[in-house]
């Protein structure tokens, strides 16, 4: 039996893949630039995006890509938590990022912030969760 199949039967997924293929691919040529613009800021970047865990990986992405999407739009952020407080001090500085390093992002309406947002959130799970070949994102005792 391979090692990887050894990896497969010893361990579980604590999450459920959600994308089995690059969701970028679906988006128009603008669309996939911009992102790619975002997404390249974030893995040059950003020490978040290598948590250890793979269901760790899909909340703070989610956290703290929500959290920008609602500080690029000019909303109100509630942070209730300790962990939601964390995920926006991230958040302000993406926010911060973006504004001064892509000033076409100001030029947007909000739709289509949430949407440039809600893509760069599919890609980044697509490339550092569902599409990783990183087994230990899928170790249960992590």
Avoid at 102 to 108: G, M
Avoid at 110 to 130: N, P, Q, S, V
Wanted: proline fraction near 6%.
């Amino acid at each position: 039996m391979s090692v990887t199949a050894k990896q497969a039967k010893t361990s579980e997924r604590k999450y459920q893949p959600i994308y089995t293929s690059n969701p970028l691919a679906e988006h128009d040529p603008l669309t996939q630039e911009r992102v790619g613009q975002l997404e390249n800021y974030i893995m040059k970047h950003c020490l978040w995006q290598f948590n250890s865990r793979g269901w760790d990986r899909r909340k703070q992405n989610a956290g703290i890509l929500g959290k920008t999407a609602q500080l690029l739009c000019g909303e109100p952020v509630d942070n209730p938590t300790p962990l939601e407080k964390c995920y926006w001090v991230d958040a302000v500085c993406l926010d911060r990022a973006y504004r001064e390093l892509f000033p076409w992002i100001s030029t947007l309406p909000a739709d289509e912030i949430k949407a440039l947002i809600k893509a760069l959130h599919a890609r980044l799970d697509w490339l550092t969760i569902d599409g990783s070949l990183n087994t230990e994102l899928i170790v249960q005792n992590y």
